[in-house]
């Protein structure tokens, strides 16, 4: 049972580019969330979804950045016109659909905006 | 919505050293979350626990829920165990444990040989 896989690990794009992170939750979740850590700052919410549902948006900025969970395929966090302050590492995590349960993560994105 | 506390934020120790890492949050938990993340690494979950105590080799984790704190404990702690340790809880509390996470700031620790 693969983890929790998240590509690329590293993403270079220009000011005003659209970025597209992908995570593909362990066998058997159907509930992922994404996290943002800056520079130097800890790890913050930004959305948790469940198969094509958004079910808490509230950590996300609500210009640019977008996230969705098909019911085929890996979720996508979508962030357009990308700035210098959206430089960061994104985290997908993953849970099965039962409370109480361990977090499992990826081994993140780190997204660079030159 | 439930904030967290870490102390200390930094802290170099030298091999062999037990080491302890605090954690504080203001609103009652499901479960609490210990991760693990090494320079420039992913997030490894070390414990989720929501009484008493946990241990996994040389680690060991306690909660108090009434006091809302929980304790990391490293035993012979070793150069490898060199990383942040990030303390997590649910984001609001409802109960049911699917709820997003929050953070501690992290302990950045460093083990000296």
């Known amino acids: 049972n693969a983890g929790v896989m998240q590509n690329p690990r590293h993403l270079v794009r220009r000011r005003g580019q659209e970025a597209r992170l992908r995570c593909s939750p362990m066998?058997?979740?159907?509930?992922v969330y994404w996290y943002r850590q800056l520079p130097e700052e800890g790890l913050k919410f930004m959305v948790y979804l469940q198969k094509e549902n958004i079910i808490d948006e509230s950590g996300m900025p609500k210009e640019r950045f977008s996230a969705e969970f098909p019911k085929e395929g890996p979720s996508i966090l979508r962030i357009q016109q990308v700035v210098r302050g959206d430089s960061a590492a994104y985290f997908c995590?993953?849970?099965?659909?039962?409370?109480?349960?361990?977090?499992?993560f990826g081994q993140g994105t780190r997204l660079t905006v030159v | 919505k439930n904030e967290v506390e870490q102390s200390p934020q930094n802290l170099t120790a030298q091999e062999g050293e037990f080491i302890t890492i605090n954690c504080s949050y203001s609103v009652g938990i499901s479960a609490l979350h210990w991760l693990q993340q090494h320079p420039g690494g992913g997030i490894v979950s070390l414990f989720m626990l929501s009484s008493g105590k946990k241990k996994h080799g040389r680690l060991i984790a306690t909660i108090n829920i009434q006091e809302k704190h929980s304790s990391l404990h490293i035993t012979a702690s070793h150069p490898r165990d060199s990383a942040v340790y990030i303390c997590a809880v649910p984001l609001i509390y409802s109960g049911g444990g699917a709820d997003g996470l929050t953070f501690g700031k992290g302990t950045h620790l460093i083990i000296q040989p």
């Open positions: 066998k058997g979740h159907s509930h």
């Open positions: 995590a993953s849970s099965p659909d039962r409370p109480n349960t361990e977090a499992f």
